[in-house]
């Protein structure tokens, strides 16, 4: 007979987590390490404490909840995601692959099945970028360089404060990964966030691979001058430049990259008063496709164009790349583990590639890793609007224990080649 | 025997008051009822008091320094400016005004002159617009409406919170006004804020009327969606359409509208982060002519730009008119006044429009107004490196003495008819 979740003791869990920086409009407010992030995070550990889990707390702040396996030198399938969000986000991405993992683990248990690895329930530190973005799972798979905690998306001096704040240090951080050799794989289960699965009517996405991504900082910087005074011919006015940059953007990826996305996420111009000319406009900018050649060249399209605009209206331009994160693909192997639980379930899948980055695009480096999505209800997300059908979020956990407990036995009758660092 | 003022004691002040909320890059901050701008208040009347002059501030916040005429009954002729700054401002933009007339009435008062009226030197509320924008003339004048109060510039809530703060109620702000029956003129010296001046290596600008201007505050709102899984095609991105209506502005105001300017001066995006599509931008924009039918005719072009582009992007609009400012010219008696003054000193002068809206522009409504402009280096204003050779801030001020000796003596030998509010 096949294992289920215990979908009331999860839904349970899932609405209590909802609360905790929950904001008026039915969304989540979770910013990594905001108070809200920290109460969720303890929330987390808590619970596993009370179905009798271990917990433990990393270098870089990743919170985990394990189930030993019988031998202590076992190998180590994980199964995560993060509880962060972005500043006005959803009750469901990151949360649900959090709380699935721990719902599986917790299913395992119950079942006192003795699988020849251990399982931990993962919540990975700053998925969402307040400070770097896949911060956690990229320091867990040893990829995580100086270069860049010096110039993070959240700004270096926000970095280093809340490093302070919460007693990381850069050290300890680069110091949280962990030997390949003692992993089995990585599992995790998310939020389509776009519209895929809904528009087929399929339960379960395989993920193939994670697009790759690049972030930049851009200032542009022109003359604050009065806005009574100065004639328009002798304006050097950067929130101008800026506004021919978001549309050049727009054009450029829709015309040249088809197939890729770009997104100015946020435009601030200073002074920033009515009467004034913005002599300074600050761009967050980012762009991404599945592939790594594509990738540098539309990277490269846009930081011309920023150059083409800036000459054009007479201003200076500061581009600076605060992330780059590769394509990754999944595992094979992983992926036929995921399919094979949905069937067996009697659940429809699709294989598709997902456009967000996700801890699994960080792990699929180091560890056999795959991911399984399910349908966003009108693929929102990042919104306090993302909604997941309820019945989808236990399919797709129960997808995810199927293939942790077909993967976590397979691993005991493979010979693993021990790599070491 | 021409007057002049102490260029000495002038420049001690306007030193000690450029200390008053500076920045390290030279410039001042000093928004309405911020601490520095209570403080400079502080310190004008503080100075006032020791040089022997009656203070009182009225119930729109207005400070004045008063030497009494012999006849208590004596109207009162106003000289001022204001001691608030943009942001990130300049020491010359108000200040050098608000001191000047503190300066002619020392001089009037060192000289012992006998004028049949009073002579008021006023530091008016907040002229920038922190709150609402010359609000403390408007309020003077009797021409500060309950509509004003119930859309100010710098948002409602603001103006309820810093009312409470300081003390302020919309009843007194609107009993503010004085009867122009009281008033004899209103004198105001201030930078010019442009390059006419220096251009013409003149010395001395007579205003020949103040531009008109209208503020708006324009949301676009689309949807915030996630930046990598959403395709270009099915995005409501809202700071596309904000940036297609920043360069329409320009785009507009330079084609159909020459004598006339228009500025976005204010772009924010929400959520505002690097992996969201901006959901809603908000931006302040305003326009300026100095006639106003054109006034008019260029509000509503902008406003139609605002609809075509929100239709062309799928966003819906919200276009709120938060100030509106009349074109005002100023009194023929007074300029005449003001140039025989600097005639009499030497000085080379032409008559400009002002391009900056001023106290004055509120005044002219009620009293006869004029203001006498001093060269900008470079024309740079609402900017720290703001500058005006301190030669040229002494010879407007004995502009402006000289002004105020011939209309306050002239202004003895006319009768003028008592008006009844």
Redesign the interface.
Known sequence: MLLRVDSDRMRADFDALAEIGATPDGGIARTTFSDAHVAARAWFQERAREAGLETHVDSAANHSAVLPARDPGARTLMLGSHLDS???GGRYDGALGVLGALEVIRAVKDADLDLPVALEAIDFTDE??TLI?TFGSYALAGQLSPSLLAAP?GGRERLVAEFERMGLTEDGVLAASRDPATLAGYLELHI????ALERSGIDIGIVTGI?G?S?FRLVFEG????????????RR?A??G??????GV?ET??CDFPGC???????????????????R?TL???C?SPDAAELDALEQALVELAHEVTGEFGLDLTVERV?RFEPAPTDERVRSALTNAALALGLTTMELP????HDAQALAAITPSGMVLVPSVG?????PTEHTAWEDCVNGTNVLLGATVALASDAGEHVVPVRHP
């Open positions: 972005v500043p006005q969402e970028g973005g998306r389509e966030q776009g519209p697009v991504s972030s003359d604050a001058r009065h806005a009574g005074t100065t004639p328009m011919d002798a006015d929130a101008v800026a506004a021919a940059f978001v549309l727009r990826v829709t996305v770009a997104t100015v996420g946020d435009i601030a111009t200073e002074p920033g008063s009515f009467n004034v000319v913005p002599g406009a967050r900018m980012e991404r992330g997902s456009g967000a980055g693929g929102i997300s990042h919104a």
